[in-house]
């Protein structure tokens, strides 16, 4: 969850768009740094050690839910551990995701050195859902937003295939829920058939007779209970298995299971 001050900061970058006749500054485009957060900081420079060590061929770039990777259970909806070792054990993969974290900030990290000297074979990249919460930026802003992204990537990874999720259905308002979708719809038309991008949208594996399978998020069971946003180890699980195809060619491997 972004903090009061990050927010202060995302709030002065909107405020900072040109006069009448002049480009509209995105601030979901425009790099935002969370150093002010002693945990961010230091997660920051730990990743920076972490790439130069593991010189991965898979890393994973987003927010609260790529960071959940790292958990371990009991119990057992938020043991990840043993999922990401299953799936990613064996493929090198570094995980860059920070809890909080828009577009904004993924934008700050990517040009501070969180793929410099690196050539991984695939990055998965799953942002978006924090454009929504306090911020409340535009499908169309977050869609900017994502697009940098992937134009700072092609630029420093220029060997790198990327996978690109859509924002993940939850249950917070209508408003969140028709602009989540109408973010996935948009990023489909626009990187159909695109030679370096294949965009996957999950939605479908958290519904269920059309509605938002509460069950595979782990939001709820915490105490007190939150609206379902993050899925729980056995949604994760499922998301891993839906990627394995577009994974397994692009890292030239056989499919996990």
């Not at 480009?23 to 425009?30: D, E, H, L, S």
Request: charged share 20%; net charge positive; with cysteine.
């Amino acid at each position: 969850m972004a903090t009061r001050r990050w927010i202060v900061s995302a709030l002065a970058a909107m405020a900072a768009c040109p006069g009448a006749g002049e480009a509209r500054t995105i601030p979901a485009a425009t790099p935002i740094a969370r150093t002010d957060l002693p945990w961010w900081r230091q997660r920051h420079q730990e990743k920076l050690r972490d790439i130069a060590q593991a010189k991965p061929e898979l890393i994973f770039l987003g927010d609260s839910i790529t960071q959940d990777w790292e958990l371990s259970g009991p119990p057992d909806w938020q043991d990840f551990a043993p999922v990401w070792q299953r799936f990613y054990g064996d493929r090198h993969a570094v995980n860059l995701g920070f809890k909080g974290d828009t577009t904004a900030s993924l934008i700050w990290r990517i040009r501070n050195g969180e793929v410099a000297g690196i050539a991984p074979k695939a990055a998965v990249v799953l942002i978006g859902a924090n454009n929504l919460g306090r911020v409340h930026w535009s499908a169309e802003d977050t869609v900017a937003g994502i697009d940098t992204i992937i134009e700072e990537l092609r630029k420093r990874l220029p060997t790198t295939r990327i996978l690109l999720l859509g924002v993940l259905p939850s249950e917070r308002s209508a408003w969140i829920t028709e602009t989540t979708a109408q973010i996935n719809r948009m990023l489909a038309a626009r990187y159909k058939g695109d030679a370096t991008v294949s965009f996957l949208d999950l939605t479908a594996l958290f519904m269920r007779n059309g509605v938002l399978n509460r069950a595979l998020f782990l939001d709820p069971r915490l105490t007190p209970p939150d609206p379902p946003l993050h899925p729980s180890a056995q949604g994760q699980a499922l998301m891993a298995k839906a990627m394995e195809p577009v994974l397994a060619t692009i890292l030239g491997d056989r499919p996990h299971s």
